[in-house]
């Protein structure tokens, strides 16, 4: 069974930083693309970031771009967000899901909630002004 969990959410001021971590257990993890997601309250579960099995292609959203870093370790079966510059509106849960596809070489487009077949529980980013 699929197991993500996330951790390294907090509550940090505008301009600081964070590194979320995504820990793997329950399959190959350095089969599958992996990636970020975060829902603030009131809205729909938005793309943040996401990596190709092999950590050949990254892809962000442009609300997060040049300020996150998407990352995987496949020795240790861990995935990392690094958010540099954070701003209020980047409040959220932030998940950690695994894409459905096995080897997917890359995504055609912004990927989306229903490329990936299993999630975490989430962590809790709040920005403050």
């Known amino acids: 069974q699929v197991q993500l969990v996330e951790s390294g959410g907090g509550l940090v001021q505008a301009g600081d930083s964070l590194r979320l971590s995504c820990a793997a257990s329950?399959?190959?993890?350095?089969?599958?693309?992996m990636g970020w997601f975060r829902q603030a309250p009131g809205k729909e579960r938005e793309f943040v970031a996401a990596i190709t099995w092999s950590a050949g292609g990254t892809y962000y959203a442009d609300s997060v771009k040049g300020r996150f870093t998407i990352s995987r370790d496949n020795a240790k079966n861990t995935m990392y967000l690094q958010m540099n510059s954070l701003k209020p509106e980047d409040t959220a849960v932030y998940y950690c899901?695994?894409?459905?596809?096995?080897?997917?070489?890359?995504?055609?487009?912004?990927?989306?909630?229903?490329?990936?077949?299993?999630w975490g529980q989430g962590t809790q980013v709040t920005v403050s002004s």
């Open positions: 899901a695994r894409d459905k596809t096995l080897w997917r070489q890359y995504y055609s487009g912004t990927p989306l909630t229903s490329d990936f077949g299993s």
């Open positions: 329950g399959h190959i993890f350095s089969t599958y693309g």
